[in-house]
């Protein structure tokens, strides 16, 4: 268990409306990821962050940001939702020498 | 960007062993992973392969070979509770913060 939680679990929402998912660890994990997970697409990264205030974009950062003020939260923001953003976000860290990734219970996200 | 192949389904009976293939393109990689991804569950970490061979966990091994780009996961004696999906993530050194870029995934099915 790498200690991480994502609230909320689930979430409906209108298009247009500003949506914000968070990801919560409590060990100190230097490196932090959002992934969405699609039918027919697998898992694909959104936004990193390398430390607090460190980002960066992933494959499909495109009406997503990412705000990191404190180690232990990471923060998935979708300015204004759109249909093509219904999907289940998944947040993760990477520990050990292998830094290997490690998942948090995941997000279900509709947008109507 | 890097492909990540792996067959879409496979189904095999309880007890039986079955294998599931990854292939990868080779420039820049710098090491591979496999998860376990119960329906509706986050991915779990299953394995880690950098250097060529076979690690062996229990029931699940992992095999790499670098100069052909190629990985597989062998389960063994297979249980009912092994029915999920499996995902082969590959990280290319030049990406930021220990990125990985999955597959598909691989849907196995274990049947009676």
């Known amino acids: 268990d790498a200690g991480i939680t994502q609230s909320p679990r689930h979430k409906v929402t209108e298009t247009g409306t500003p949506v914000t998912l968070r990801c919560h660890q409590t060990e100190n994990h230097r490196y932090m990821y959002w992934y969405r997970q699609d039918p027919g697409h697998g898992l694909r990264l959104i936004h990193y962050s390398y430390g607090v205030k460190d980002t960066d974009k992933g494959e499909v950062s495109d009406g997503y940001s990412v705000s990191r003020s404190k180690t232990e939260d990471f923060l998935l923001t979708l300015e204004s939702a759109t249909s093509s953003q219904t999907s289940v976000y998944f947040c993760a860290i990477s520990e050990g020498v292998s830094e290997t990734q490690y998942f948090g219970p995941g997000t279900r996200l509709l947008v109507l | 960007g890097q492909n990540i192949d792996q067959p879409t389904e496979m189904t095999a009976t309880e007890g039986a062993i079955v294998q599931i293939n990854c292939t990868y393109q080779?420039?820049?990689?710098?090491?591979l992973f496999w998860y376990q991804q119960h329906a509706g569950e986050a991915p779990t970490f299953l394995s880690y392969n950098v250097l060529d061979g076979l690690e062996e966990k229990g029931r699940f091994s992992s095999f790499l070979s670098r100069s052909k780009g190629y990985s597989y996961l062998l389960l063994k004696e297979l249980q009912m509770k092994d029915s999920a999906s499996y995902l082969c993530a590959v990280r290319y050194s030049g990406a930021g913060s220990y990125q990985l870029t999955f597959g598909k995934g691989t849907k196995l099915s274990v049947i009676p």
């Open positions: 080779t420039s820049g990689f710098n090491g």
